[in-house]
């Protein structure tokens, strides 16, 4: 199997990627204006919701990899439902760091069970423990069933957990994300650009990522 | 098939009484923590005390789900259960009913230890608060039940059954403390209907995701 980047598409979207993601923090940091309470420390809005979205989008593709593994017994999607599930964890990672450093200043503490944020927190550790089953579960045949279904169960239970956190502490104000779509056009364009460039990372992260652990899988399986 | 699973898993407890007794050891064990631990008013305890005790519940259902997916692992049980002619969503059904029995079992012998070393009253509207119990127990047990028969032939199963339950759970744990502290003060229908709701919602959705996954998870 050839390295991933001697192929001209992957090695093209890497360098297109790259410097878009550079164009989008010289963006973030030098056009996007100063919101009047927030200051700089609103400028992490254009990176912590693009990491959440992606996050979210990639526990997404766990679940349905994990109904595509059941139904066509192919262990392709076994391999997608791993490369998502650690990509989503790497970004979900971001959105639990990114979100304290935020609410620090703004709300005076670092963490007060805001809902988002629980109900990423609550899906973070439902992936350590999906993590720790695909380590030590032991037969790997059976670890990739049990994993799909883990998959499939966290994400079926995201709306279980935020609309119950929510209802839990209606006194803690939301994100201020949710006016997003009412900013003004230079907060929303350079928004909906990290997103889009986030959005085509996580594709590409997302390839490398299948293309390496099929490797693993097949040097392991000839060891 | 349906009842002649569940008869199964009926007779055996109730042959060996293990899950129950070792819940209900398990549960009492808890309240003594709690109770030592927590040397204040009665009035404080009594805020903390419908957390208290679902979180004893969630202690307990673990034990109990381990143990009865366990012994299923001894002579290879499991495999010639799985092996024979039938739905295999009626194991998680009957997996799930029993367990119901016998968390609901336990809770009826260890609700008088609770509120007696705690020193808090009981509820005002009895049979509110069983209508309510039993549903959450519905609801705990689908959970638990889905999860112990992902985590039961893994290895380190014992591990795995707590790290992956416990934020499952978490909406459930919720819901059952805040409907649980209104009956306990004596709130109106309308202040805990949404949290019903969840708890609801979570049996529905479980108990249906339980009934499909279980026949993939359990392929040889």
Same mark, same amino acid.
């Given at each position: 199997?050839?390295?991933?980047?001697? !192929?001209?598409?992957?090695?093209?979207?890497?360098?297109?990627?790259?410097?878009?993601?550079?164009?989008?923090?010289? !963006?973030?940091?030098?056009?996007? %204006?100063?919101?009047?309470?927030?200051?700089?420390?609103?400028?992490i809005f254009y990176i912590h919701?693009?990491? /959440?979205?992606?996050?979210?989008?990639?526990?997404?593709?766990?679940?349905?990899?994990?109904?595509?593994?059941?139904?066509?017994?192919?262990?392709?999607?076994?391999l997608v439902g791993l490369a998502a599930a650690e990509i989503g964890t790497v970004f979900m990672s971001l959105v639990l760091i990114t979100g304290p450093i935020w609410a620090t200043p703004i709300w005076g503490k670092p963490w007060i069970w805001e809902p988002r944020l629980t109900t990423t927190l609550?899906?973070?550790?439902?992936?350590? =423990?999906?993590?720790?089953?695909?380590?030590?579960? =032991?037969?790997?045949?059976?670890?990739?069933?049990?994993?799909? /279904?883990? =998959?499939?169960?966290?994400?079926?239970?995201? %709306?279980?957990?935020?609309?119950?956190?929510?209802?839990?502490?209606?006194?803690?104000?939301?994100? %201020?994300?949710?006016?997003? /779509?009412?900013? %003004?056009s230079e907060i929303l364009i350079p928004f909906l650009l990290s997103l889009s460039i986030f959005t085509l990372l996580y594709v590409l992260m997302l390839k490398y990522r299948i293309h390496v652990i099929r490797i693993n899988s097949r040097v392991r399986a000839n060891v | 098939?349906? @009842?002649?699973? &569940?008869?199964? #898993?009926?007779?055996?407890? @109730? *042959?060996? *009484?293990?899950?129950?007794?070792?819940?209900?050891?398990?549960?009492?064990?808890? $309240?003594?923590?709690?109770?030592?631990?927590s040397n204040v008013s009665p009035t404080i305890i009594a805020n903390y005390a419908p957390g208290m005790f679902w979180l004893m519940v969630l202690f307990v259902a673990v034990i109990g789900v381990h143990r009865t997916f366990s012994y299923e692992k001894e002579f290879d049980a499991f495999s010639m259960l799985i092996s024979a002619p039938i739905d295999r969503g009626f194991i998680f059904l009957t997996k799930w009913i029993s367990g119901f029995i016998f968390l609901t079992i336990m809770e009826g012998l260890i609700l008088i230890p609770f509120f007696k070393f705690l020193m808090i009253d009981f509820p005002s509207q009895p049979w509110i608060a $069983?209508?309510?119990?039993?549903?959450?127990?519905?609801?705990?047990?689908?959970?638990?039940?889905l999860v112990s028969g992902i985590a039961m032939r893994a290895r380190l199963s014992e591990v795995l059954l707590p790290i992956l339950l416990f934020p499952l759970v978490s909406p459930v744990l919720i819901a059952a403390t805040k409907i649980s502290g209104s009956i306990?003060? +004596?709130?109106?229908?309308?202040?805990?209907? $949404?949290?019903?709701?969840?708890?609801?919602?979570?049996?529905?959705?479980? +108990?249906?995701?339980?009934?499909? &996954?279980?026949? @993939?998870?359990? #392929?040889?």
């Open positions: 199997m050839k390295p991933f980047f001697n !192929n001209k598409t992957n090695r093209s979207g890497l360098i297109l990627i790259a410097a878009m993601m550079l164009f989008n923090v010289w !963006n973030v940091i030098m056009n996007t %204006p100063m919101v009047p309470e927030q200051h700089w420390a609103q400028k919701v693009p990491s /959440a979205w992606v996050g979210f989008l990639s526990y997404f593709v766990v679940m349905v990899a994990g109904i595509l593994f059941f139904m066509k017994k192919d262990d392709y999607w076994d609550i899906l973070f550790l439902i992936y350590i =423990g999906y993590f720790m089953m695909r380590t030590f579960g =032991g037969h790997i045949e059976r670890v990739k069933r049990y994993a799909a /279904a883990v =998959g499939i169960i966290a994400f079926v239970d995201v %709306p279980i957990i935020f609309v119950s956190v929510k209802f839990w502490t209606p006194e803690i104000q939301s994100h %201020p994300q949710v006016e997003m /779509a009412q900013q %003004p | 098939m349906f @009842f002649t699973l &569940l008869k199964k #898993e009926l007779f055996v407890e @109730f *042959r060996s *009484r293990e899950v129950t007794l070792s819940m209900l050891v398990f549960g009492l064990s808890i $309240i003594l923590t709690f109770a030592l631990s $069983i209508g309510t119990t039993l549903l959450i127990n519905c609801a705990i047990m689908a959970i638990a039940s306990m003060v +004596g709130d109106p229908y309308s202040f805990w209907k $949404i949290w019903l709701l969840i708890i609801l919602t979570v049996i529905v959705i479980f +108990g249906l995701v339980g009934y499909t &996954l279980f026949d @993939f998870i359990t #392929e040889e």
